[in-house]
């Protein structure tokens, strides 16, 4: 079957660096996307990662590892707002997007 | 109005109601989804449109119903739910639903608590 794993919770401190990881194991792949989530609102586009490799955008930066099936998302400079849930979702050989249960990521003052 | 709308955001209904969610995308995309969001689950993948054709229905009862009038507006229709239909009910829209690099915007999700 298809799958994607990423932890459940993390915490974190204001100003600090974070890192989510997310592997999966799907039936083919045709990029990798994260999405970020507050409480109550909509998924919101992050990153979209298709090559190997690091994608840098602003303080968000994303990571590829195709042959380990293998993802991260780092977070720099962490501000409160960034409290919210991280979403992973990987898409298939049929472009179809499987979807991580989710990061909630907690920032500590 | 921009981006993906969606009404009501928030519904209460009783098992034996009939109730339609509305979502409407002002990105003039042909794709749109409906997705059901459970607490602490993967987003599931309800139902696909393209081109107002639906391409994919993920094994979803037939409780729910999808209509697509015309690629900006897309209803879901809904009867005889159970209690652990209860969810969040999100719509998004892609510019298409094939292809690689396939952004999906979201609107905001109706909460829907079935009593």
């Known amino acids: 079957g298809q799958n994607i794993d990423q932890p459940t919770e993390m915490t974190a401190t204001e100003g600090a660096i974070v890192q989510i990881n997310c592997t999966y194991q799907t039936s083919g792949f045709n990029g990798l996307f994260w999405y970020q989530q507050h409480a109550g609102e909509a998924p919101t586009f992050l990153s979209y990662n298709v090559l190997d490799g690091l994608e840098e955008k602003g303080r968000f930066s994303s990571f590829l590892s195709r042959s380990k099936g293998y993802s991260y998302l780092l977070l720099k400079e962490l501000q409160m707002k960034d409290s919210a849930s991280y979403l992973c979702a990987v898409m298939d050989s049929n472009y179809q997007l499987i979807w991580g249960a989710g990061t909630k990521l907690i920032i500590k003052p | 109005e921009t981006g993906v709308t969606q009404t009501p955001r928030h519904l209460v209904m009783g098992m034996t109601n009939k109730k339609s969610l509305k979502c409407e995308q002002h990105?003039?995309?042909?794709?749109m989804y409906w997705y059901k969001q459970s607490a602490k689950k993967p987003l599931e993948l309800m139902f696909v449109?393209?081109?107002?054709?639906?391409?994919e229905n993920n094994s979803v009862p037939s409780r729910f119903s999808p209509e697509c009038p015309n690629s900006s507006h897309l209803f879901l229709h809904l009867h005889t739910l159970q209690p652990e239909d209860s969810a969040l009910y999100l719509c998004?829209?892609?510019?298409?639903?094939?292809?690689?690099?396939?952004?999906?915007?979201f609107g905001p999700g109706t909460r829907l608590t079935v009593l």
């Open positions: 998004a829209s892609s510019q298409d639903s094939g292809g690689a690099y396939n952004e999906q915007f």
């Open positions: 449109y393209n081109f107002k054709e639906q391409t």
């Open positions: 990105l003039g995309h042909n794709a």
